[in-house]
């Protein structure tokens, strides 16, 4: 039997896998039989998260996609097998209670969550409890849907969990202090670094919480991909971060620097099912592999292209932080 005593921290280096940046989500599958596996991806109806539901559906697994709007979530879905529409407003804590106490009723064990929903770079708003809205929505909401599917993804006895992170830790970890811009003035991108830490963060902790009931977790950089996730952004912020062609198409795939939809779900359906990575957690992933510490990144070069993930993102002590940060402003914690 297992035990936290057992637990050993994963190396924070490639394996390496074989894969790269233009491998797909099918690809990265490494061929995966999910018959009999049952998966939640949340937000996985848009952009990577719908490819994510596509490939592990069709590799037989039953997905369930939990969205707030359910009639646009059906529309996008169809034709994919083996799909069940839940509704899910993770800005809404009693939404993401019933959601899971819907799920746990069913008596189903959970093998893998996909932790996908987000947002980004959108202005200053707040939920009925007074939280931002990327902290609440990106870390917050996922912390809480965990914590209350936590039974379910015991029962499975050998589960995994995704937490869908970004090269937009490099704007900035979390602020312990003042997490809520109550005090600071409000940045939208340092509020999406924040957010995008602490879903690096969360699962560090989560796989150390998880290792004795076989549960790993891992958060993943998709890469850059122009998906409906960029709402909140002006068509000149959009042109300055090179996603418009000169005739002002959108660049979708390499050599632009960009991915598919394709290849950007590949580390997301990686870390979900793939082989490679049993035995293994708590580490930041890109390109279908494990990523490489850039400790040569600094604050004050946000220009500078990320080729790693920062360490201030899979800091264990940073990651103990805001764990207990998550169950005070959630009022919620894990069952042992």
Not at 145 to 174: D, E, M, N
Not at 279 to 293: N, P, R, S, T
Not at 306 to 335: C, N, Y
Request: aromatic share 8%.
């Amino acid at each position: 039997m297992l035990t936290n005593n057992d637990y050993q921290i994963t190396p924070q280096q490639p394996i390496p896998s074989g894969f790269g940046p233009q491998s797909t989500a099918q690809e990265a599958l490494g061929g995966r039989d999910l018959s009999g596996k049952t998966v939640i991806v949340t937000g996985g109806y848009s952009g990577i998260g719908l490819e994510t539901t596509r490939v592990l559906a069709e590799a037989g697994a039953t997905v369930i996609v939990p969205a707030r709007t359910l009639e646009k979530a059906k529309a996008s879905l169809d034709g994919i097998p083996r799909v069940e529409l839940e509704e899910l407003d993770l800005l809404d804590p009693a939404s993401i209670d019933a959601f899971a106490q819907r799920f746990l009723d069913s008596g189903r064990a959970l093998d893998i969550l996909v932790n996908n929903a987000g947002i980004m770079a959108a202005p200053l708003v707040r939920d009925a409890r007074g939280y931002e809205s990327q902290f609440a929505t990106n870390h917050l909401g996922h912390f809480q849907l965990t914590a209350r599917l936590w039974p379910a993804l015991k029962q499975a006895g050998s589960a995994r969990v995704v937490s869908v992170s970004s090269a937009g830790i490099r704007f900035g970890g979390v602020d312990f202090d003042d997490p809520n811009f109550e005090r600071r003035e409000y940045e939208k991108w340092s509020a999406y670094g924040q957010s995008k830490s602490a879903n690096a963060l969360f699962a560090v902790g989560l796989d150390k919480r998880g290792y004795e009931y076989g549960i790993r977790a891992f958060s993943v950089h998709p890469g850059r991909i122009l998906t409906d996730l960029a709402r909140f952004m002006t068509d000149d912020e959009l042109r300055a971060m090179g996603a418009f062609d000169e005739q002002g198409r959108p660049i979708t795939a390499t050599p632009s620097g960009y991915k598919t939809v394709q290849q950007g779900a590949a580390t997301s359906v990686w870390c979900a099912a793939n082989t490679q990575l049993d035995g293994k957690g708590g580490v930041y992933c890109l390109d279908a592999d494990i990523a490489e510490v850039d400790s040569a990144f600094t604050l004050d070069g946000v220009s500078q292209v990320v080729t790693g993930v920062l360490p201030w993102a899979i800091d264990p002590d940073l990651s103990e932080r805001l764990w207990q940060l998550s169950e005070d402003m959630t009022g919620i914690k894990f069952t042992s």
